[in-house]
């Protein structure tokens, strides 16, 4: 037989194979991620018909005669480390790998081993896990660790985005929140009993919401010596005063029969009253209030002694007079009116000073009460207005109460609530600091102040373990004092000055989406702002990428020549390169040089099959020699 002949079949066997190759890539030109194979070919062994001989130095030497035994398959090589174009899909879970120095491969498991790909389109199966779209095979990854909330490079193992753990986003306290806007002195909700209101919307440890109402007030002005200036002084101001005091804490999660909300610091306060420090339920009230909010004033009761130069207590007829004068100039003020008067129900408590004459002593002069102790402070007279011969004490309108110690002969005079001071400078209206009224100096009738900063904490812990035990820091650094047309703007928002996140709390969150950011980084986002560091998708990376064998389904397996792979992966971005999500790889086939390549190969096959015509032709001759 002609060796031509075999020549000819093993040149249609391998052009018939590179057909094959090229015809798989054409089908897959449209396949995510494909990576197109390339076929060289290689001559086969050769028949040595003579072989080499040696010059000599009267004769040259001869090559060796060979005849070649036809062509095979060299190689088939696949173009792994070519990028396909990217396709855009608007799917956060879809990811493209964007190599920069080595060809990486996303890690699946399909159940009893780990494969490896280049195809990115993945989503959230029925167990929650991250999962190739075509085969269900599962990611692999790395996971969170549980005390750190950071990422633990180990052995990879499914990535479980959707669990019942992450599905929400746990609550988060309230313990920071500050004030903002504007104080007019003119509003006349400043001005008047009730204040200007301020609602602080805070959270529990359980997400539970609940609004805390603050009254803010005219208070006290300050000279630039701490002193207290009497309303209407000018010559020496340099603060202007408001005071601030809690009204009412209501949850949002809480109503009586009728629907309304609840006061919870109204419950704590009668739940505790029995057992709270303190002479009075006023005093009890105002001690277990100061607990939440303010500082309890009625601690600090400034004492005004009976002027003992002019007045004395005297008992006629079992009944006990403050006296002043002597015979029929002597005037008389009813000590029991005093004590009789406190009136502590509702809001218009006040005390009344009643003054009066002994019967018959037509010239005696009614003598005011503000007259009678020493060392009456201007801030304590401001609030008196005499009405004929009474002196009304509102403690309603200034925040103060009073009562009159009949063995002391002492008029005792504090605050009648929990409250803070707020001061701004008179000069450009910025906020100044904080304080809490001192008692009043009986020599000087001045009452001077304590500074307590720009902050104070709202002690909510006081109403129960699901709040904060630390209580909620209020700021008021940034609280200005300006004249904004009669209408104040002040109010409390949660979080800090320098970030509003910062310490506001949180309620319960449902998770609404899921990102991947470029380093493979999975978050979970939820409905109540948070962000959640859920796994990490890493990559595979071998010595020889194209020494992994292909399996089907986008997926390759490692082989000897390829090199293992170590269990754990590496960071996409050590190298610099990255994954882009809502983007795919699209196939790498290049269409131009397949048609070309098929075209060469069409006439490869052409002509080997002439080949064997033309030997078949030899060897028709050869036996028709015989005729």
């Known amino acids: 037989m002609m060796r031509s002949l075999f020549s000819g079949v093993a040149g249609l066997k391998t052009h018939q194979q590179k057909m094959d190759v090229i015809g798989n890539n054409i089908a897959n030109v449209n396949t995510t991620a494909f990576k197109s194979t390339s076929t060289t070919f290689q001559d086969v062994m050769y028949q040595t018909m003579s072989n080499a001989s040696g010059g000599t130095s009267t004769r040259g030497g001869v090559n060796a005669r060979q005849i070649g035994l036809g062509v095979t398959t060299a190689a088939n090589k696949i173009s792994i480390s070519t990028q396909g174009s990217s396709e855009a899909t608007g799917d956060g879970l879809d990811l493209r790998l964007v190599d920069a120095q080595s060809t990486n491969f996303f890690i699946v498991s399909d159940g009893t081993q780990n494969l490896f790909t280049r195809a990115g389109s993945f989503y959230v199966d029925g167990n929650g896990n991250l999962a190739m779209t075509s085969t269900g095979y599962l990611v692999q990854g790395w996971q969170v660790d549980p005390e750190t909330k950071a990422i633990k490079r180990d052995t990879v193992s499914a990535l479980k985005v959707m669990s019942d753990t992450n599905k929400t986003s746990n609550p988060e306290t309230t313990t920071q929140a500050k004030a903002t806007g504007i104080i007019d002195s003119n509003d006349p909700n400043v001005t008047s009993t009730s204040g200007h209101v301020m609602s602080l919307t805070f959270y529990d440890n359980l997400g539970y919401a609940y609004t805390a109402k603050f009254a803010v007030k005219s208070g006290q002005d300050r000279d630039e010596s701490g002193n207290s200036i009497s309303v209407g002084s000018k010559t020496k101001k340099a603060y202007n005063g408001f005071t601030i005091e809690l009204e009412s804490i209501t949850s949002d999660s809480q109503t009586d029969s009728e629907g309304n909300p609840i006061d919870i610091l109204d419950q704590y306060i009668q739940k505790n009253l029995s057992s709270a420090s303190g002479t009075s339920n006023e005093d009890k009230i105002r001690n277990l209030k100061s607990k939440i909010f303010g500082d309890a004033g009625g601690k600090s009761i400034d004492t005004f002694k009976i002027d003992a130069s002019q007045y004395t207590i005297e008992t006629i007829s079992g009944i006990d007079y403050i006296t002043k004068g002597s015979g029929s100039n002597k005037t008389y003020a009813l000590v029991s009116s005093v004590i009789s008067s406190i009136n502590t129900s509702g809001p218009e408590a006040s005390i009344t000073f009643s003054t009066s004459t002994q019967a018959g002593s037509a010239s005696g002069t009614p003598v005011l009460a503000s007259k009678i102790f020493s060392g009456l402070s201007n801030a304590v007279k401001n609030y008196m207005t005499a009405s004929g011969t009474d002196t009304v004490f509102d403690k309603s309108a200034n925040g103060f109460d009073a009562s009159f110690d009949k063995n002391t002969q002492s008029l005792k005079i504090g605050t009648s609530a929990a409250t803070y001071d707020l001061f701004f400078k008179s000069s450009d209206g910025t906020f100044s600091d904080l304080?809490?009224?001192?008692?009043?100096?009986?020599?000087?009738?001045?009452?001077?102040?304590?500074?307590?900063?720009?902050?104070?904490?709202?002690?909510?812990?006081?109403?129960?373990?699901?709040?904060?035990?630390?209580?909620?820091?209020?700021?008021?650094?940034?609280?200005?004092?300006?004249?904004?047309?009669?209408?104040?703007?002040?109010?409390?928002?949660?979080?800090?000055?320098?970030?509003?996140?910062?310490?506001?709390?949180?309620?319960?969150?449902?998770?609404?989406?899921?990102?991947?950011?470029?380093?493979?980084?999975?978050?979970?986002?939820?409905?109540?702002?948070?962000?959640?560091?859920?796994?990490?998708?890493?990559?595979?990376?071998?010595?020889?990428?194209?020494?992994?064998?292909?399996?089907?389904?986008?997926?390759?397996?490692?082989?000897?020549?390829?090199?293992?792979?170590?269990?754990?992966?590496?960071?996409?971005?050590?190298?610099?390169?990255?994954?882009?999500?809502?983007?795919?790889?699209?196939?790498?086939?290049?269409?131009?040089?397949?048609?070309?390549?098929?075209?060469?190969?069409?006439?490869?096959?052409?002509?080997?099959?002439?080949?064997?015509t033309v030997s078949d032709t030899m060897l028709e001759e050869l036996t028709n020699l015989k005729r």
Do not use: H, W
Request: aromatic residues 8%.
């Open 435 to 612: 304080d809490v009224r001192k008692s009043a100096t009986a020599t000087d009738g001045t009452v001077s102040f304590t500074n307590k900063g720009t902050s104070v904490t709202f002690n909510v812990g006081e109403l129960g373990e699901q709040f904060d035990k630390d209580g909620i820091n209020i700021d008021f650094s940034t609280l200005l004092n300006y004249d904004n047309g009669g209408s104040s703007t002040a109010g409390l928002d949660r979080g800090t000055v320098a970030d509003a996140s910062d310490g506001a709390g949180k309620k319960i969150g449902q998770m609404t989406g899921l990102t991947i950011q470029d380093d493979g980084q999975i978050y979970a986002s939820y409905s109540n702002g948070n962000t959640e560091l859920l796994g990490q998708i890493p990559v595979a990376r071998f010595a020889n990428a194209s020494g992994l064998e292909s399996v089907g389904s986008n997926c390759y397996k490692t082989t000897l020549n390829s090199g293992s792979f170590d269990g754990i992966g590496q960071d996409i971005s050590s190298d610099g390169s990255k994954m882009n999500s809502g983007y795919l790889e699209m196939s790498n086939v290049d269409l131009a040089q397949e048609f070309t390549q098929m075209i060469t190969t069409q006439r490869g096959f052409q002509a080997n099959s002439r080949i064997i």
